[in-house]
C-alpha cells in the first residue's frame, strides 16, 4: 500500500505540467532536439526524492503514451518508434536514481552531492537516450547510423547546454528545498492511501 499526501500529489502534478512545458521549449539541434525537460525531470528527483519524482515522469510519459500530445513532437503509443523515446526512459530512471542519492531531505544534502547526482542523472540519460535512438535508427527504420554521428550529433552538440541545466537544477534544488520539503501538516496535510 503506497501512501501520497495531498501536497505530494499536488507536487507531482506540477511537475507532470513543468516537464511538459519543458519538452515543448525547443531548441533545434539536427538528430537530437535539444528541450528543457531534463531540467524539470532533473528537479523532480532532487525536490520530490526517488519515489515521487520518478512517479511524476511516469505519469507524463504515461499521458504521452495515451495520445495526449506532452512529448515534443506530440504523443500516442507509436511514439516508442520515435528515436528520441529513449531519452524519455533515460529521464525516468535518472529521475529515480538522482533522488536516491540525495535522499528524502535535500536540505541537508552538500551542492556538491547534488550536483553528482544531477550528472549521473545525466549520464544516465544520454546512455539510454543515444543506446536507443541508435537501435530504432539502425535495426528498426535501417538509416545508416556510424557512432562518430551519433557522438557529434547527440553528445558533443548537446551535452554542453544539459550540464548548464544540471548546474541550475542544483542551484534550484538548494533554494527550493525547503519549501517542497516542508513537514508541517498545512493545507496539504491530508493523506490518501492508495491500493
Request: charged content about 10%; proline content about 4%.
Amino acid at each position: 500500500m503506497t501512501s501520497f499526501k495531498i501536497r505530494d500529489m499536488a507536487y507531482i502534478s506540477l511537475f507532470v505540467v513543468l516537464i511538459t512545458v519543458g519538452a515543448k521549449i525547443l531548441i533545434p539541434v539536427p538528430v537530437c532536439p535539444f528541450t528543457l525537460q531534463l531540467l524539470f525531470t532533473t528537479l523532480a528527483g532532487t525536490l520530490l526524492g526517488a519515489r515521487r519524482g520518478s512517479m511524476a515522469v511516469f505519469i507524463y510519459i504515461i499521458l504521452g503514451l495515451l495520445g495526449v500530445p506532452v512529448f515534443s513532437s506530440g504523443g500516442g503509443l507509436g511514439y516508442i518508434f520515435q528515436p528520441s523515446f529513449g531519452y524519455l526512459i533515460g529521464f525516468l530512471i535518472a529521475s529515480f536514481v538522482t533522488g536516491a542519492i540525495i535522499g528524502s531531505n535535500p536540505i541537508k544534502v552538500s551542492f556538491e552531492r547534488i550536483l553528482l547526482a544531477c550528472f549521473i542523472g545525466l549520464f544516465i540519460v544520454y546512455f539510454v537516450g543515444m543506446t536507443y535512438l541508435y537501435i530504432i535508427n539502425t535495426l528498426y527504420s535501417g538509416k545508416i547510423m556510424t557512432f562518430a554521428v551519433l557522438f557529434l550529433y547527440c553528445f558533443v552538440l548537446a551535452v554542453p547546454g544539459d550540464i548548464v541545466l544540471c548546474i541550475l537544477a542544483s542551484v534550484l534544488t538548494k533554494r527550493l528545498a525547503h519549501v517542497i520539503t516542508n513537514t508541517s501538516e498545512g493545507f496539504y496535510g491530508k493523506e490518501i492511501k492508495c491500493n
